[in-house]
């Protein structure tokens, strides 16, 4: 008995230092010094590359900001849209930054940081438009739509018919040129445009009250790195960090 009870317990030293080894991804961050994240790199204005080669972006900058929190350096990792969720999986990286929407089927498999940046469907028609007011008013108009995107399909059910186009400057071109009546798409991508073309001829009149949210992304288990990152995303906010992130890239708080 007593030589089995010994083996036993040669097996369950190793075992349980195995166990005491297996630091989590926080303890990881914070002993390496960095933190790893995954980016596309080729999706302005959160995450894309200068005239000069630099990586920027509003989710670059955010990822910049939560590392410093950290008291680490960021690491970023650029990988194709595709495969960015894979390479989360593979521990190519410890978190994702790139526009992840938060959604129940994602939440089921991985970890989320609390929100970090909202977008709602806003309903964009040409300046002098005095016919397009809400989105109920764009029965029987032509809406200027990616023909596959969520956004179509808004436009759709209140009846519009669709101008196909491949995105949105060309949708608003279209809307600006008169051969479109209003184009449904991203606020986001609204307010992005308005950074840069203040001037075009073109308005906001309606938007959806729900808004789509993304957080930054992360293995299910990684509770510790979860809360330290939804720590550091709060300090962001109350010193006055994220306001100026967010008003650099869009001229406005696009937090909710």
């Known amino acids: 008995m007593k030589k089995n009870y010994l083996a036993v317990a040669a097996m369950l030293v190793p075992l349980g230092f195995a166990s005491s080894a297996m630091a989590d991804t926080l303890a990881n961050v914070k002993s390496s010094g960095q933190l790893k994240i995954g980016t596309e790199g080729t999706y302005a204005p959160f995450t894309f590359h200068t005239i000069s080669g630099d990586l920027t972006g509003f989710d670059v900058e955010i990822g910049e900001a939560i590392a410093k929190q950290l008291k680490v350096k960021p690491v970023f ?3 194709k849209w595709d495969g960015l969720i894979a390479g989360l999986d593979a521990k190519r990286y410890d978190v994702v930054i790139n526009e992840v929407g938060i959604s129940p089927e994602r ?13 709602k469907a806003v309903l964009v028609v040409k300046s002098d438009n005095d016919t397009i007011h809400q989105f109920s008013d764009l029965k029987g108009k032509n809406s200027a739509q990616s023909l596959t995107s969520n956004y179509a399909q808004i436009a759709r ?6 101008v196909n186009t491949d995105g949105f400057n060309q949708a608003v071109d279209l809307v600006v040129q008169g051969r479109a009546d209003a184009t449904v798409n991203d606020n986001l991508s609204y307010l992005d445009f308005k950074k840069h073309l203040a001037n075009a001829p073109v308005k906001v009149v309606a938007s959806e009250d729900n808004a789509s949210a993304s957080g930054v992304l992360m293995r299910k288990d990684d509770t510790s790195l979860q809360t330290a990152i ?22 406005a708080d696009v937090s909710h």
């Open 77 to 79: 990792v650029e990988s």
């Open 107 to 119: 939440q089921k498999k991985y970890g989320f940081s609390a929100p970090y940046i909202a977008s």
């Open 157 to 162: 059910q209140y009846g519009a018919q669709l």
């Open 230 to 251: 939804n720590t550091a995303l709060a300090e962001l906010k109350k010193d006055g960090t994220y306001q100026k992130i967010s008003q650099k890239y869009f001229g």
